[in-house]
């Protein structure tokens, strides 16, 4: 999978980030390497090993809630701060701190369970929930086969995604276009039960493998679907749950090594079309597609990239890949200092492997021609070849530093 979070930020910024585990330590890094100033909080020394050799900024040992471990973090100077502890209670409140103590104008709290957000979002916080980014972005993975990544673009009133049934998943239709499938989801823990809940909502028939048994109870009683029992890597379990019958098989199981097994399974011995395969791991992206598995999600490394963008300030961001990578749709606002403001568009010095698609211009979408002529404000929206975001960047906003 081609993750489709790229961010080409101007001004530093001091980034206060709280907890120093996956995603912690990713976001802290990324940003660092990004160039902003960054201070990492955490409980435990050792936990700053994590911390990736791009990583330049501080670390202070304490808890996140502590007015005198976030004051010493520079809190009090911060322009953003990331709650993404493992702990839900520890990250909203911590949250609450720096928003409503300390006065941090951008903060983002991580959450586990999506049942809560709506509760958080009445306390004033932005919340980014892994669970739900991890089932949206498998869903899609799912019941599409050249789905990517989509995002909203632009103010939501044009947008664009490529997708296509794989051969072998093809079924009656159900609602607007969608195919019915059958998959099999191995796992059932807050990942596994949402995503089937999703799945089975949208028209999709689902059978579900876990191991625990009250988890099997409660997910049975819930939604009324085929439940089993047992390990997803047995393939004697798999042949129970009809593998042989699917058209896609998730497995998002706690574990990556158990994932992979049980993706690979599926694809040898049952010949299942699709596997998708959660991983908590982002270095176990490349191996897991190295292995046979046709996507494997990182939430760690989603959600280091939507709260990177969350409290990033950006000049030129990627919405979609596609083409396995090759071409990517970005957007950019042009800014004042901007070489095409009061421009017609024929003047630009568009790279030859790029094309300006969308000019949004508040509540107009705008499908540009030579004579269309840019103003402060605008959101472009354009088709690019990868490795040739700076030269697109420069001919939207100008070279960094410019202006």
């Not at 099999?184 to 949402?194: L, N, S």
Request: charged fraction near 25%; proline fraction near 3%.
């Amino acid at each position: 999978m081609e993750l489709a979070f790229c961010f080409w930020g101007e001004r530093g910024m001091r980034v206060v980030v709280i907890g120093c585990g996956r995603v912690g330590s990713l976001l802290a890094t990324t940003l660092s390497a990004d160039g902003h100033d960054v201070v990492v909080i955490d409980r435990d020394r050792a936990a700053f090993a994590s911390l990736g050799s791009e990583f330049n900024g501080e670390t202070v040992v304490g808890t996140g809630i502590d007015e005198d471990v976030l004051r010493q973090a520079g809190i009090e100077e911060a322009d953003a701060c990331a709650a993404v502890t493992n702990e839900d209670n520890t990250n909203i409140m911590a949250a609450q701190v720096a928003r409503h103590i300390f006065q941090v104008p951008r903060v983002i709290a991580r959450i586990y369970d999506p049942a809560r957000e709506a509760t958080y979002h009445q306390f004033g916080l932005e919340t980014v929930s892994t669970t739900h980014i991890g089932v949206t972005v498998i869903r899609n993975l799912l019941t599409t086969d050249n789905f990517r990544y989509r995002d909203k673009l632009g103010a939501g009133e044009a947008g664009t995604v490529e997708t296509g049934v794989k051969e072998g998943l093809a079924g009656e239709t159900v609602g607007r276009g969608r195919r019915k499938m059958f998959v099999v989801v191995v796992g059932g823990g807050k990942v596994g039960y949402y995503l089937a809940k999703t799945l089975v909502s949208r028209g999709h028939e689902v059978t579900v493998i876990e191991k625990v048994p009250e988890l099997c109870e409660r997910i049975a009683h819930d939604m009324g679907v085929r439940v089993i029992n047992g390990d997803g890597t047995d393939p004697a379990i798999l042949a129970d749950a009809d593998a042989d019958q699917a058209g896609v098989i998730a497995a998002v199981a706690g574990h990556d090594e158990e994932n992979l097994v049980v993706c690979q399974v599926a694809k040898r011995n049952f010949q299942v079309p699709r596997a998708v395969a959660r991983i908590n791991n982002p270095k176990n992206e490349r191996i897991f597609t190295m292995l046979g598995v046709d996507a494997a999600i990182s939430g760690t490394a989603i959600l280091a990239r939507m709260i990177e963008q969350e409290i990033d300030v950006v000049e030129l961001r990627t919405l979609l890949t596609f083409k396995r990578g090759e071409l990517e749709i970005v957007e950019a606002e042009v800014t004042p200092a901007s070489p095409l403001v009061n421009r017609p568009l024929r003047e630009a010095a568009v790279p030859p492997d790029s094309v300006l698609t969308t000019v949004i211009r508040g509540e107009e979408v705008i499908f540009p021609r030579g004579d269309t002529v840019l103003k402060a404000g605008d959101t472009v929206m354009a088709v690019t070849r990868r490795g040739r975001e700076d030269a697109l960047r420069a001919a939207l906003v100008g070279r960094k530093g410019q202006g």
